[in-house]
C-alpha cells in the first residue's frame, strides 16, 4: 500500500483525501492555504476617500494643464489635503502592524508606506519647479498614482477596505 491520498468518494461526492494506510511519520503534511484575517478592516473610509481626492485631484490638474495654466494655491492646497489623508493612512497601517498583524507581501507594504507620502511632495515641488503647463500634469499623476496605490495597498493587504 502507497502513502498516497485516498480518492475514494462518499456518499455525498465528496472526495475522502485522508492516508488511511500511512503510519504518522511518514504522513504529508497538510497543504496550508492563507487564510483571510478576521480582524476588522483598515478604516474604508479614510482609504475610498484618498482614491476620490486622488482622482478629483487628477483631474483638476488635468484642466489646469488643458487651460495652459500653471501651479496655483488651489492645486497646492488639493495635495496638501491628499498628503494628509495619506499620512492619517499610513499611520492607521502602522498602528496596526504594531498591533501585531502581518500581511503576507509585508516588504512590499512597508514599501509602499515609505513611498507612499513622498509622492505628493516630490510632485508638489517638480510642480512648482516646472513653470509650465506642464507642471500641473506632473500633480494629475501624483493624484493617479495615489489611487492606485490604495488599490494595490488591498490587495497586499485584504483587510486594507477600499
Same mark, same amino acid.
Not at 488511511?20 to 497543504?31: E, Q
Not at 483631474?59 to 500653471?70: E, I
Not at 502602522?94 to 509585508?106: C, D, F, N, Q
Given at each position: 500500500?502507497? !502513502?498516497?491520498?485516498?480518492?475514494d =468518494?462518499?456518499?455525498?461526492?465528496?472526495?475522502?483525501?485522508?492516508?488511511?494506510? !500511512?503510519?504518522?511519520? &511518514?504522513?504529508?503534511? %497538510?497543504?496550508?492555504?492563507?487564510?483571510?484575517? /478576521?480582524?476588522?478592516? #483598515? /478604516?474604508?473610509?479614510v &482609504?475610498?476617500?484618498?482614491i476620490? +481626492?486622488?482622482?478629483?485631484?487628477?483631474?483638476? %490638474?488635468?484642466?489646469m494643464? $488643458?487651460? /495652459?495654466r500653471?501651479m496655483?494655491?488651489p492645486?497646492? +492646497?488639493?495635495?496638501? #489635503?491628499?498628503?494628509?489623508?495619506?499620512?492619517? =493612512?499610513?499611520? *492607521?497601517?502602522?498602528?496596526?502592524?504594531?498591533?501585531?498583524?502581518r500581511?503576507?507581501?509585508?516588504a512590499?507594504? *512597508?514599501g509602499?508606506?515609505?513611498?507612499?507620502?513622498?509622492?505628493?511632495?516630490?510632485?508638489?515641488?517638480?510642480g512648482?519647479?516646472? @513653470?509650465? @503647463?506642464w507642471?500641473?500634469a506632473?500633480? $494629475?499623476?501624483?493624484?493617479? #498614482?495615489? +489611487?492606485?496605490?490604495?488599490?494595490?495597498?488591498? =490587495?497586499?493587504w485584504?483587510v *486594507? @477596505?477600499?
Amino acid at each position: 500500500m502507497s !502513502c498516497e491520498p485516498g480518492h475514494d =468518494q462518499g456518499l455525498g461526492g465528496e472526495v475522502n483525501l485522508e492516508l488511511p494506510h !500511512c503510519p504518522a511519520s &511518514t504522513a504529508r503534511p %497538510a497543504l496550508v492555504t492563507t487564510k483571510r484575517s /478576521n480582524i476588522s478592516g #483598515v /478604516n474604508g473610509a479614510v &482609504t475610498t476617500t484618498i482614491i476620490v +481626492a486622488g482622482l478629483a485631484l487628477a483631474g483638476y %490638474a488635468l484642466l489646469m494643464t $488643458a487651460l /495652459n495654466r500653471r501651479m496655483n494655491v488651489p492645486l497646492l +492646497a488639493a495635495v496638501g #489635503v491628499l498628503e494628509i489623508l495619506l499620512l492619517v =493612512q499610513v499611520g *492607521i497601517i502602522v498602528a496596526r502592524l504594531a498591533g501585531g498583524e502581518r500581511p503576507a507581501g509585508l516588504a512590499t507594504l *512597508i514599501g509602499y508606506l515609505i513611498a507612499m507620502p513622498f509622492v505628493p511632495v516630490a510632485a508638489a515641488f517638480w510642480g512648482l519647479l516646472e @513653470r509650465s @503647463r506642464w507642471g500641473p500634469a506632473v500633480i $494629475a499623476v501624483a493624484g493617479l #498614482v495615489a +489611487a492606485v496605490l490604495m488599490v494595490r495597498l488591498h =490587495q497586499i493587504w485584504p483587510v *486594507i @477596505r477600499v
